[in-house]
């Protein structure tokens, strides 16, 4: 069984940095994308960062030149360096991995359990 167990979230005063961390552990055969999402109260869920492989990465425009994704494929862990933050920014944080659990299987996408993120102005 998959899980993805995130870290790193709480309150900053805006202009300040948080760092989010996600790490998948379990029966992982393989993995493809991995990245996050966000979603504020009364809004949508909506992408954050999210990142295929070294060089091919995607950042929602609120974000860009703010927030960086990074992994680390080889221990199945990916992490979001956000800096400058905003009032607006102010959501719960959901990582994501897209995963093969074996040979045989269809890859799936397994989800974190959210983590708070508070930007107070």
């Known amino acids: 069984q998959v899980q993805l167990v995130e870290s790193g979230g709480g309150l900053v005063q805006a202009g300040g940095s948080l760092r989010l961390s996600c790490a998948a552990s379990?029966?992982?055969?393989?993995?493809?994308?991995m990245g996050w999402y966000r979603q504020a109260p009364g809004k949508q869920r909506e992408l954050v960062a999210r990142?295929?492989?070294?060089?091919?990465?995607n950042y929602a425009a609120s974000v860009k030149g703010r927030f960086t994704i990074s992994r680390d494929s080889a221990k199945n862990t990916v992490a979001l360096q956000m800096n400058s933050l905003k009032p607006e920014d102010t959501a719960v944080y959901y990582c994501?991995?897209?995963?093969?659990?074996?040979?045989?299987?269809?890859?799936?996408?397994?989800w974190g359990q959210g983590t708070q993120v508070t930007v107070s102005s």
């Open positions: 379990g029966s992982i055969f393989s993995s493809n994308a």
């Open positions: 994501y991995a897209d995963l093969t659990i074996s040979v045989v299987a269809q890859r799936s996408r397994y």
């Open positions: 990142l295929f492989d070294i060089a091919t990465t």
